[in-house]
């Protein structure tokens, strides 16, 4: 069984930076596809970043060149790092587990239970 647990979020101003962290299972990196996702209020979840087992990055066209997906395999943690933030960034970030590369949240086998990131103007 994965279990994955967010950490990191909370309330920071436009233009300031936010590293989200996700605790998974033993194993659980090594074996499958890591990604964010975030959901907006009133929002479908839509897909932030993808990290591939061999390392290879995907971004969402709105955070690329801004968030930055890396892992920790030594501590079995999933990290997001958000520079620049902007206000449309506002939303509940979660972490996911996939047995196959996807930016679908359909595809997704597991999820964290969330971390709510404000971002205020």
């Known amino acids: 069984q994965v279990q994955l647990v967010e950490s990191g979020g909370g309330l920071v101003q436009v233009g300031d930076s936010l590293r989200l962290s996700c605790g998974a299972s033993e194993r659980t990196m090594s074996a499958y596809y890591m990604s964010w996702f975030r959901q907006a209020p009133g929002k479908e979840r839509e897909f932030v970043a993808v990290?591939?087992?061999?390392?290879?990055?995907t971004y969402a066209d709105g955070v690329r060149g801004r968030f930055t997906i890396s892992r920790d395999d030594a501590k079995n943690t999933l990290h997001l790092q958000m520079d620049s933030l902007e206000s449309e960034d506002t939303a509940t970030y979660y972490c996911?587990?996939?047995?196959?590369?996807?930016?679908?949240?359909?595809?997704?086998?597991?999820w964290g239970q969330g971390t709510q990131v404000t971002v205020s103007s």
């Open positions: 996911a587990a996939s047995k196959t590369w996807t930016v679908r949240s359909k595809d997704i086998e597991y």
């Open positions: 990290l591939g087992l061999t390392g290879g990055q």
